[in-house]
C-alpha cells in the first residue's frame, strides 16, 4: 500500500510542461496505461479511475493559458479550482495575481500532486479534500473548473452547483474540449484555443477547447 503518495509521484511522473502553456512546469506522466497499472498495484486495488492527477487535460489548459494572457481576470481575487487535479488553473491564477487559491480535490494523489506542482512553480496553493457538491461553494470570487463534464451524472451535478455560485456572484469559469455531457446553453464563450494532446488520453492529436464562463439561467 501507497502511504506516501509524494513519493510515488516523484518516482513515476517527470517534471515538464506543455506546448500551451509552457510558462507552468507539472510532474507529469509519459504514458496512461503503466502508471494507472502501477497505482492499482500499489494501491491494492482494481478499477480505479486513471490517474488524472498526472496529466495536464485540455479543459485545465485552456483556463491557465487564459489567466496567464488576461491577469486582469484574476489578480487581487480569492480562487476556487475545483477538481483541481494536478493544479495548472490554480497555480496560473496565483501567477497572474490572485491573492489566494484553494485546489479541490477528492483524491489524495491529486491533491499531493497539486502541491508538488505548486512548489515547483514557486506558488502556494491550498488544498481541500472534500467533495464540495453537496455544499454551498466556499467564499471566493472566481471558480475555476476544467475537463469535468466527461460523465453524466458527475456533470449534472458540478453544472448545477456551478451555476448556483455564479447566481451567488461568483465568476464561474468552465474549460472543457467538447466532452459528451457539457452543457450546450446557459454559457458565455470567452476564448477557444486548439490544445495539443496524446492519443494515450484522447482521440485525436489536437481538442478545439474553450473557456465559458457560467451563467446563473
Not at 469535468?148 to 455560485?165: D, F, N, S, T
Amino acid at each position: 500500500m501507497i502511504d506516501d503518495p509524494a513519493r510515488f509521484i516523484l518516482d513515476n511522473t517527470k517534471l515538464g510542461a506543455t506546448a500551451l502553456v509552457p510558462e507552468i512546469r507539472l510532474y507529469l506522466a509519459a504514458a496512461a496505461l503503466p502508471l494507472w497499472e502501477m497505482t492499482e498495484a500499489a494501491l491494492e486495488r482494481t478499477g480505479l479511475p486513471p490517474p488524472y492527477w498526472a496529466f495536464a487535460w485540455p479543459g485545465g489548459q485552456a483556463i491557465a493559458r487564459l489567466l496567464l494572457d488576461r491577469p486582469e481576470l484574476v489578480r487581487g481575487k480569492i480562487v476556487l479550482d475545483l477538481g483541481a487535479g494536478g493544479g495548472i488553473g490554480g497555480i496560473a491564477a496565483m501567477q497572474s495575481g490572485a491573492v489566494r487559491v484553494q485546489g479541490n480535490d477528492i483524491d489524495a494523489f491529486a491533491l499531493a500532486a497539486l502541491a508538488l506542482n505548486a512548489a515547483a512553480n514557486g506558488v502556494s496553493v491550498e488544498t481541500i479534500g472534500a467533495d464540495l457538491l453537496d455544499r454551498p461553494a466556499p467564499r471566493c470570487d472566481l471558480i475555476l473548473a476544467g475537463d469535468l463534464c466527461y460523465e453524466k451524472p458527475m456533470a449534472g451535478r458540478v453544472l448545477a452547483w456551478l451555476r448556483a455560485a455564479s447566481a451567488a456572484g461568483t465568476l464561474v469559469l468552465l474549460g472543457d474540449p467538447g466532452r459528451a455531457y457539457a452543457p450546450s446553453d446557459g454559457l458565455e464563450k470567452l476564448v477557444e484555443y486548439d490544445v495539443p494532446v496524446s492519443l494515450d488520453l484522447e482521440d485525436r492529436e489536437i481538442r478545439q477547447t474553450a473557456v465559458w464562463r457560467v451563467l446563473a439561467r
